[in-house]
């Protein structure tokens, strides 16, 4: 899929979403962490940028579930906007979704998040996750099918969330 096809897939996907109330649910995360998250909470998802997102790449992992679900298509568009598939934010969502096929070994935090997308949310994630199969620029011969390998799991955790 062509980057300007699947930005406007991801908009379409995800344009419903608002700002959530609270960025942050738990009350053990260090300073640091906090400030991470912060950064995000007066922008726009449609505003995220890979410079910041290099500075903050673990920030996802410290959201509530509303903030994740809301700022996922900040990092996906971001990501095919300046074509930076090479991310470590990208590895950290590939890792999240990379799951044994079943539900009773998730963690409460991944179900928490990731249940609350819609089909057509889903639809777009796999469809970026396929794009960066072919756009990171680190994947080359046996790289590239670790990373086909990865996607094809990530794929599989999706499809059996959008039976819940």
Same mark, same amino acid.
């Given at each position: 899929?062509d980057?300007?096809?699947?930005? *406007?897939?991801?908009?379409?996907a995800?344009? $419903?979403r608002?700002?959530?109330?609270?960025?942050? *649910?738990?009350?053990?995360?260090s300073?640091?962490?906090i400030?991470?998250?912060?950064?995000?909470?007066?922008?726009?998802?449609r505003?995220?940028?890979?410079?910041?997102?290099?500075?903050?790449?673990?920030?996802?992992?410290? #959201? *509530?579930?509303?903030?994740?679900c809301?700022?996922?298509?900040?990092?996906?568009?971001?990501v095919?906007?300046?074509?930076?598939?090479?991310?470590?934010?990208?590895?950290s969502?590939?890792? #999240?979704?990379d799951?044994p096929?079943?539900? @009773?070994?998730?963690?409460g935090?991944?179900?928490?998040? $990731?249940? +609350?997308? @819609?089909?057509?949310?889903?639809?777009a994630?796999?469809?970026?996750? $396929? $794009?960066?199969?072919?756009?990171?620029s680190? #994947?080359?011969?046996p790289?590239?099918?670790?990373?086909? @390998? @990865?996607?094809?799991?990530c794929?599989?955790?999706?499809?059996?969330?959008r039976? +819940?």
């Open positions: 899929m980057r300007e096809k699947l930005l *406007s897939m991801i908009e379409q995800f344009a $419903w608002q700002a959530p109330q609270f960025y942050i *649910s738990s009350s053990q995360l300073p640091y962490e400030a991470d998250v912060l950064v995000y909470q007066r922008k726009d998802w505003s995220f940028t890979c410079a910041q997102l290099r500075e903050n790449f673990d920030f996802l992992s410290f #959201c *509530s579930p509303e903030a994740y809301y700022c996922l298509p900040g990092v996906m568009s971001a095919v906007r300046e074509n930076r598939a090479d991310l470590l934010i990208v590895g969502i590939l890792s #999240c979704l799951r096929p079943s539900r @009773t070994n998730w963690d935090f991944f179900l928490e998040c $990731w249940i +609350k997308f @819609t089909l057509e949310e889903y639809d994630i796999e469809q970026w996750l $396929w $794009w960066l199969c072919e756009h990171d680190n #994947c080359d011969g790289r590239l099918d670790d990373m086909l @390998t @990865t996607v094809c799991r794929v599989d955790t999706l499809n059996i969330l039976e +819940k």
